[in-house]
């Protein structure tokens, strides 16, 4: 096989810098273009790490030296070419010993001295980030060798390390922009919380999201504060075939009109004072993701136009581009508003209430469904535990009781921040079983019906509420289900104990606990 002229040891590192293939690979094949056209016997190409030099690939040298670390204090010849910006030469007689004296490979009982050397220092943007050398155990053998060809493999060296660093650099940005999206993506999950309830309206509920959530339909939801609509475009989205990807959240009644525009479409540099910069807007951040527009009954009626646009075309346009960009966004609304009665007062465009309202979902008033509060209770009440810090907290069964003859105009949310509170209220007794009690609620004094005045002093109060509300069996069927949740809590989920705390079998337990729908 012919040998290599130069420029073909040239072309074939450009190429390499060009390709993306592995950075070991690089080095390895620029040291050998260079033993391939240069009377050498050894080549190294040593990467500056921290004050050390550390070897990234060599031709002709023992291979135990890959990995090793060379202190240029250490080894006289590597400060000197460290020091210079020129190729330096070693006379043969030279007195500083070679760092590789004895390992080259061709040296089999790996006991001669180099005797021909010369080396040359790696710069990148004026950053002196390594060395490249050249061995070989006969005098003069680098006489021929002119400094300008040394310099261009040096240079060409220098430019294979930093492209390996900039490859390797976007792929771990690219591997921590992947984990953070993940780590994004999980702790969505993890806030998506739970729909909880086992109430015909619950279920009716979580019926309604699987039929939907894994389609590309728009969904608008609607429902009174604090019902859970956040929570149920989350279900939404983390259900869906789009879960990967991301779920972007705008709220437009905290949009001002100045820069809705611009925070949903986007804007170009200069296209308005203060626009410094290219900005993408929602619609872009969450293409082959899904965009959930809270509170959209607020959008104000000037933007109402160029969303309809939006969902109908699947283009936008920046603010001051006259370009079009196509996205692909699965569109998820939710209002507290009467749509239809804005729409006919004029505040809201009928072409986009329908668009919007391919699929309505209807999140339940807590009013609605009052025969869920023990199980949200408990689940809130676990919560509040573990940020308080709290082994257990109970709730009095007339605290429950005033909580079921309550009409709750904050919903679900309202009671989450009610049983916070009255945790905090327990934990200033310092008891080892906090009990909520009625008093700690701070709710309004429940009125006695006018015949049944004795009702309140009846122990069997709850109960009694229970069954004119809903009926014998699911009265009973709600006591249990208080029980068994209460009798968990206070053994730490512990379903063992639970069943001998109850007097029944495990096996019991567990079918009653999945009838209930404590379980799956």
């Not at 300008?148 to 591997?175: G, Q």
């Not at 290219?278 to 009626?301: M, N, Q, S, V, Y």
């Not at 606990?513 to 379980?519: D, E, P, V």
Request: glycine residues 6%.
């Amino acid at each position: 096989m012919p040998q290599p002229t130069l420029d073909q040891a040239w072309l074939q590192i450009a190429v390499g810098l060009s390709t993306s293939m592995p950075g070991e690979l690089q080095y390895q094949r620029l040291v050998q273009a260079i033993c391939d056209v240069l009377p050498c016997d050894a080549v190294s190409l040593m990467q500056l790490n921290e004050g050390e030099l550390v070897p990234v690939a060599a031709m002709g040298l023992a291979p135990e030296l890959i990995g090793q670390r060379f202190l240029p204090a250490e080894h006289p010849r590597l400060q000197t070419i460290l020091q210079s910006r020129d190729p330096v030469r070693f006379p043969a007689d030279a007195e500083m010993a070679d760092p590789f004296d004895g390992w080259l490979a061709i040296d089999r009982e790996r006991t001669a001295d180099v005797h021909s050397c010369m080396g040359c220092s790696l710069y990148v943007d004026h950053q002196l980030v390594g060395v490249l050398t050249l061995d070989a155990l006969a005098p003069g053998r680098f006489d021929d060798v002119d400094d300008m060809t040394v310099a261009a493999f040096a240079a060409l060296a220098a430019a294979t390390l930093r492209n390996v660093a900039l490859l390797r650099a976007l792929e771990h940005s690219r591997a921590q922009q992947q984990e953070l999206a993940q780590e994004l993506v999980r702790d969505a999950r993890r806030r998506e919380g739970e729909l909880i309830g086992n109430s015909p309206q619950m279920r009716k509920l979580r019926e309604e999201i699987d039929t939907v959530a894994n389609t590309d339909l728009a969904v608008l939801i609607t429902g009174e504060t604090g019902t859970g609509k956040e929570l149920v475009a989350r279900t939404l989205h983390a259900r869906s075939h789009r879960s990967e990807q991301a779920l972007v959240h705008v709220n437009c009644a905290a949009l001002p009109e100045q820069i809705a525009e611009s925070e949903l479409f986007g804007h170009v540099k200069g296209a308005f004072t203060g626009a410094t910069s290219h900005r993408a807007g929602k619609f872009e951040l969450a293409d082959g993701g899904t965009l959930f527009l809270d509170e959209i009954g607020e959008l104000p009626l000037s933007l109402q136009a160029k969303l309809l646009r939006a969902l109908q075309q699947g283009e936008i346009q920046r603010v001051g581009s006259d370009k079009l960009l196509r996205v692909n966004v699965r569109l998820i609304a939710a209002t507290n508003r009467d749509l239809e009665q804005e729409v006919a007062d004029g505040r809201f465009r009928s072409d986009l209430f329908h668009r919007l309202k391919v699929y309505p979902i209807h999140v339940p008033p807590l009013r609605e469904h009052k025969a869920d509060l023990d199980t949200l209770s408990s689940y809130f009440l676990d919560q509040a535990r573990m940020r308080l810090g709290l082994r257990q907290i109970g709730l009095h069964p007339h605290a429950l009781l005033a909580m079921q003859t309550y009409d709750w105009p904050g919903n679900v949310r309202e009671l989450e921040h009610l049983l916070m509170r009255a945790s905090l209220k327990t934990t200033r007794n310092q008891q080892s079983r906090p009990l909520i009690l009625a008093e700690h609620l701070d709710l309004p004094v429940m009125e006695l019906p006018a015949d049944n005045p004795e009702l309140i002093a009846n122990q069997a109060t709850a109960a009694t509420y229970r069954v004119i509300e809903t009926g014998l069996r699911e009265a009973v069927d709600a006591f249990q289900k208080s029980l068994v949740l209460q009798i968990l809590q206070e053994n730490d989920r512990n379903w063992s104990a639970a069943a001998r705390q109850l007097k029944t079998d495990r096996a019991n337990l567990n079918r009653l606990a999945i009838r209930l729908g404590i379980k799956d």
